[in-house]
């Protein structure tokens, strides 16, 4: 790592012209080996603040550079500091291949102004890199984007002195003319028509073929004018190429004298500010509302010593808060300056979010029950990160992973590692996540069942870089499901071999599971002949249509059978009695999902209900008979009785009928 470094300041630099090239401007020569630690690279910048980067090289010849503010943005991502201040800068080329990729190379002899147009079109996330400049023969130093926009405002004031410079030649060269139209009587008219732009050349034409003084004064007069006409048509071409590349420029340009007043703005500025450019001229820089720190800023600048000077500003323009990076040059022996601002909002913005978006991952990593880790890959995988969480799951602390005191794959069980190597190769391989249960040993020495989720991370040509994943302790889990296995074969013996029927029906009326007690309760030989030959429970299995109807109306109406009978099928054709208690299966929206319960042959049940029935009928005659014979013996041990018979048996019958 070097120790010194040449740069060459740009206030040495003199005699910059409009077409001056590269190689005119103070150049840095401050390399690196690729092999140097991010640390002794962050001591140079620290040591060195005037540092904007620092070229790359790989065995002596270029391969890249790393600016200090890309080198700073790398340091502030998570971890960035413990994943690069320790390690060669090559790393860096990993994390980040635009470090070789996206570098703006200039040739030497490419003109400053090209230059500033060919950088101010770079994209958002390069705008602010430094350049290299191509020196020949292998040779490449640094120029960084502030010493070339300082330079191309002094491009600018040359092209102000030159345009003052001609008007002032101009100025002598018409008191001569003037002089001389003074002396000559003859002249008089023709100055008058100059001065009213209505002299034309053939005006003196018979004067100036004499020859005498006055032919040779009037050969001169007309000579004078052709030249200053030229004049004027090149002072305005020139000022009009000069508004046109401060108009082109994608930035806010200020000419201010030393009093803190504007001398004038470009266009771009005006539209920011929604006002036609007249209106700045005589006014001073605080006159704007929202513009006090560019203010304070210029007249701190005015005030000091210094000859150029930047900072970044913050400014509110129409309602919204923008940045700028503004960047000053004093001219005219310090009696005016000329300012270029850059809209940096976008680039604050996206710092900003950067940082929100850190914020929110450390929350995210730090609320996740499970371990969130990520593994360089490598011939041997490194662990680069992996958050506390793994302390509650493994009982060892991030750090001890991290420092390789304790690794992980000694932590995993010792008959699930091949298994775990095998399907994470796989993963990485066919580049499609891994997701793996597997045991672990914790420091206390209890197992420990984890579920992890990962995926590799390739770069563009296909390469693994990392792991990313996550490792949640499922113990628990674990435990609950051996604990349902368990019930799940209890349930399965006392559903194979109970005496009731025991079945699982859809509502549209097919068997979804019928144990064996309830296939031949039916007369099918298995469960599955019973499944796979009830189609239509309704219609062929109940004999009376309507009992269907009456079971799946209890079913909607009170979720629940109890008792329900009816009569039913057999496989042989034969009708037998049954009797059900089911109830309605439903999720957790409420919809019905299917019917199951319990199925008895009631069949003996009904003959002896039916056998017991006939016995109180015949029963119910003979009480019937010997309650008629009580009556009717009643009836004629009555005296009414007895009197009317007595009656009738003095009736002469022949005579009553006759």
Known sequence: MPQEYFLTSLQSTQNLQLYSPLQELGTIDFQVDENCTGGQLLQEFQSNPLLPGAILTRQGLFCGIISRMRFIAMLSRPFGRELFLHRPLSSLLVVDPSISDDVT???????????????????????????????GQSTYQLLALHDLLVAQTQIYQFALVTIEERNAAITVQNEQMRQYIQQVETM????????????????????????????????????????????????????????????????????I?????YMGVNRHLAENWNLPQEAFIGKEVGFLKGNTQFADFTRGFLASSDQSASQVLEMHIGGTLKYYLVASQKYL??????????????????????????????????????????????????????SD???????????????????YTHLIHPEDRDLVEVIINHGIVTQEPYILDYR???????????????????????????????IFDVTERKQAEEALRIAEENYRSIFENALEGIFQSSPTGQYINVNPAMAKLYGYNSPSEMISSITNIGEQLYVDAEQRTEFRRLMEV????????????????????????????????????????LVQDISEQKQREEALQRQ???????????????????????????ELQAEIAQVNLDEFWS
């Not at 040739?107 to 101010?120: D, S």
Request: charged residues 25%.
């Open 558 to 597: 009170q979720g629940t059978a109890k008792d329900f009978e009816y009569r039913c099928y057999r496989k042989d054709g034969s009708i037998t009695w049954v009797q059900v208690d089911a109830r309605a299966v439903r999720d957790s929206h409420g919809n019905l999902l299917y019917y199951e319960g």
């Open 389 to 407: 969480a793994i302390e509650l799951i493994s009982g060892y602390g991030a750090t001890d992973l991290i420092s390789h005191q304790v690794t």
């Open 105 to 135: 190379i200039l040739p030497a002899h490419m003109p400053i102004f090209e230059a500033v147009r060919f950088c101010l079109q770079r994209s958002a996330e390069c705008l602010y890199e430094p350049i290299v400049v191509d020196l």
């Open 188 to 255: 008089t008219a023709a100055a008058v028509a100059v001065e009213n732009d209505t002299f034309q050349p053939g005006d003196l034409q018979e004067v100036a073929s004499r020859g005498d003084e006055l032919g040779r004064l009037a050969r001169v007069f007309q000579e004078m004018v052709r030249t200053v006409k030229i004049r004027e048509q090149q002072l305005a071409e020139a000022k009009e190429q000069l508004e046109a590349i401060l108009n082109a420029v994608p930035g806010s340009i200020s000419w």
């Open 257 to 261: 004298d030393s009093g803190g007043v």
């Open 333 to 386: 022996q310090g009696n005016a300056a000329v300012s270029v601002g850059f809209d940096i909002t976008d680039r604050k913005h996206a710092e900003l979010a950067l940082i929100q978006s850190e914020e929110r991952f450390r929350s995210l990593v730090s609320n996740l029950t499970g371990a969130v880790y990520r593994y360089h890959c490598e011939p041997n995988l490194t662990l680069e990160y992996i």
């Open 440 to 470: 672990i040993v914790h420091q206390d020495g209890s197992i420990r069942w984890v579920y992890e989720q990962g995926q590799a991370v390739f770069d563009s040509e296909g390469n693994p870089l990392y792991l990313d994943g996550v």
């Open 616 to 642: 109180l009928e015949e029963l119910k005659i003979e009480i019937d008979q010997k309650k008629r014979e009580q009556d009717v013996a009643l009836l004629t041990q009555d005296s009414f009785f007895q």
